[in-house]
Structure formats: C-alpha cells, structure tokens
C-alpha cells in the first residue's frame, strides 16, 4: 500500500477587492483542518490567491500585471509555505505568474512537506477569447492575459508516487491526461474556475456544466488508471456564480468524495496510490495495446478536416 491521504480543498469566492493575505489565512484555516484529519497532500483550486480576475476586460498592462506574482514563494505565500513545512504537508495550488523575462502563464505548482518546489505546470489550453465580446453575457480572457504554457504535461515522483498537474480547462481534454498517463502518472491534481453557466448559451446551466466536468475527470481517470483530484473555486464573485462539486476520483474512474458547498469546503480520502497498477497492467497496459501507426492525425492535425464530397 502506497497511501496519500488527500484533502481537496475547495475555496468559496474571493472577492475583487480581497487581498492576498486574507485569501492565504484561509488556504491555512483548510490546511488547519487538513492536518487535524491527517492529510499529508493538500490541493487548492486554479488561481487560488485571488478572484478569478480574466472575467474583467483590462487595457492597462499595469493593472494587469496587479493579478500576477512575479516570485513564489513571496512576502503574501511566505505564511502558507511555513504552516505546510510546520505541519509536514505537501500542497498544489495555482497562481498567475509572471517570469522575470516578462512572460505570463496560469500556473500550478506542487510543494513537498519541506518546502521544495517539485512540480510545476503552466496551463497549455487557455479557454475564452482575447479581446471584449459583447456577444457574450460575461467576459472570459484569458487568451488576452496568459501565453499558453511552453513545459508540456511533465510529471514528477514525490510522496513515493508519481504526480502531475494540469489546470481547469485541460481536464476537457483526453491528450493531458494521456500525455501524463505514458509517463505513468499515479494522481493528477487539478484546480478549476468553472462560470455556473455559460456565457454564449444561457440555457446550459450548473447541472449540465457539472455532469461535463465530472464526465471527464472520470474519464482521463479510468482511461489511464490514475487517482484524478478537481478542485474548484466556487460560489459568486462579483455577481458571477461558479459551481463547487469538487471530486477526488480513484483510478476505476468512480467518485470517492464529492463536495456539496460553494464555499470553503475540505474533502479528506486516503487514496492508495496502489489501485493504480491493476489498469495500467491489464486493459490500460498502453505497452501491449496501443496502436501508435492509428493515431498519427492527433499530432499532425489541429482542427477537424471532412472527408472530401463524392
Ligand atoms: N478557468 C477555466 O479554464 N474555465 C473554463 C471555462 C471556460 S468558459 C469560456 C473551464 O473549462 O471550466
């Protein structure tokens, strides 16, 4: 057995004008309650430190640069980064970054229970659209704040495990969760800020929203045996409502643990890291049953070509 017991740590909403620091003292209220439950991993949403700032159209780069942390950890996560060495916790939660060379990314990291940063991932498919829609009901750009992410789907060994990352919108798509899966991914945590519904279809509401979000986090679980954890920032910022159900799914692709708030909301589960090797051995062992010379169209192709018309 190979257990990390895992505390999902869904946040309720932040506010435009929270600060970083209130944010922090309540990622350590969860981590609190994260250690007395005995966690040893805990996951926070996509940009955890602040409100989810890309629903806001922004000409000045000053102002925009007011979103984005240009170190990690800094004077705001410095607290956060001493409880989780203090109580010997391992963390994941995201932030926007800013590199010292001017680029800007949706990024995650995964911290060991001494500090280190072990993992990092920087988000490669970026959802919404670059410039003012007045189309839409509300805004989405994160086209126009962030660059896609130039690491790939890298993955890393700690907690005596294999892990790795990806971010919201990713999970909507197979290749990540494959692309980790044949480097024998164990637990893929992920942190998510879904709108309730959606802002070009007002008829597609939470429940719709919320089966899509689960349909694939099971699915990139099962497909490629591997412990799948989503965690949502939810509840309504700024009169925007974002749906919760954050999951921790085993590697059979079934819900262990469900949220069932839109506010800050811990889910504790030993996951065996373990219950990943019956898959990877059998239906899932890609080594035997993959056929590679089929699926050179995925790599080669980015939109969709028709078959030509008699
Ligand atoms: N943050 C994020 O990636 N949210 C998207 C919503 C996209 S709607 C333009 C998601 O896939 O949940």
């Given at each position: 057995?190979?257990?990390?017991?895992?505390?999902?740590?869904?946040?309720?909403?932040?506010?435009?004008?929270?600060?970083?620091?209130?944010?922090?003292?309540?990622?350590?209220?969860?981590?609190d309650d994260a250690s007395k439950a005995d966690a040893n991993f805990i996951v926070y949403p996509e940009l955890t430190l602040t409100t989810f700032f890309p629903r806001y159209y922004m000409e000045d780069q000053a102002e925009v640069d007011t979103w984005f942390e240009s170190e990690m950890p800094n004077a705001a996560t410095a607290p956060l980064f001493?409880?989780?060495?203090?109580?010997?916790?391992?963390?994941?939660?995201?932030y926007a970054?800013?590199?010292?060379?001017?680029?800007?990314?949706?990024t995650s990291i995964h911290v060991d229970k001494t500090g280190n940063i072990v993992g990092k991932y920087r988000k490669v498919h970026l959802p919404g659209h670059s410039e003012f829609d007045p189309d839409r009901t509300f805004q989405h750009l994160e086209k126009r704040y962030f660059e896609p992410g130039n690491l790939g789907f890298p993955v890393y060994r700690t907690l005596d495990g294999?892990?790795?990352?990806?971010?919201?919108?990713?999970?909507?798509?197979?290749?990540?969760?494959?692309?980790?899966?044949?480097?024998?991914?164990?637990?893929?945590?992920?942190?998510?800020?879904?709108?309730?519904?959606?802002?070009?279809?007002?008829?597609?509401?939470?429940?719709?929203?919320?089966?899509h979000s689960d349909l694939v986090m099971q699915s990139g679980a099962y497909q490629n045996s591997t412990w799948v954890v989503g965690v949502a920032k939810a509840g309504i910022e700024d009169d925007h409502p974002m749906f919760g159900g954050s999951v921790i799914v085993n590697p059979d692709g079934e819900i262990v643990a469900k949220a069932k708030s839109e506010e800050d909301e811990l889910l504790v589960h030993p996951c065996d890291l373990d219950d990943t090797v019956f898959g990877k051995q059998t239906i899932f062992d890609f080594a035997r049953h993959r056929r590679?010379?089929?699926?050179?169209?995925?790599?080669?192709q980015t939109g969709v070509q028709l078959p030509p018309n008699d």
């Open positions: 057995m190979r257990v990390v017991t895992v505390a999902a740590a869904q946040m309720g909403p932040i506010q435009k004008a929270e600060g970083r620091q209130q944010v922090v003292a309540r990622m350590i209220a969860l981590m001493d409880k989780a060495k203090e109580y010997g916790i391992a963390m994941t939660f995201g970054e800013q590199t010292l060379d001017g680029h800007y990314f949706n294999i892990f790795g990352l990806c971010i919201c919108n990713d999970r909507r798509w197979p290749e990540v969760y494959r692309s980790m899966g044949l480097q024998g991914v164990e637990m893929i945590t992920l942190g998510y800020n879904t709108p309730s519904v959606n802002s070009q279809k007002g008829t597609e509401g939470p429940e719709k929203r919320m089966f590679v010379e089929h699926y050179t169209r995925i790599t080669s």
